[in-house]
């Protein structure tokens, strides 16, 4: 379409979204608008985050797990256990073909799921202590 002033380019740039089942958002990473569907729920664009190969939507999923991650004291304990087997591994302390990083993943899968059904706060204190203990047995 051909346009001889900005007013008739916004007018016909509008009948396009609206004919296309879109509308304009702004994206909560980068704050650049982007086209989405009426229904979508959407709220991040599919550009390249600068500086990385992830999109936005990618990067922010990200991000959000990272900071739920960071919150959950569960994840803090098994991030401890699990880099000191790391360095252990790195040091030469431990063999490198021991499966105890593997290990560690699964013990906090189980307890992670005991953890994340549990309601109250002295019942999750109490998941902690036993992922601890157990954690403590598989680095001994």
Known sequence: PICDSLTKFVKQMVQV??????TLR????CDRYFA???S???E???RKVAGTNSTCQEYASKKIYKKKQAENPLYQVFTTYYNRMYVRIRCGNLDKDTTLLDDIKLLHQEFSSKY????DSESKE???ESFIIEADKLLS
């Open 17 to 22: 979204l609206i004919h296309k089942e879109q």
């Open 26 to 29: 702004k994206c909560k990473n």
């Open 36 to 38: 989405s569907r009426y």
């Open 40 to 42: 979508s729920l959407a």
């Open 44 to 46: 991040y664009c599919t």
């Open 116 to 119: 994340d059904t549990s309601n």
């Open 126 to 128: 109490k998941i902690i």
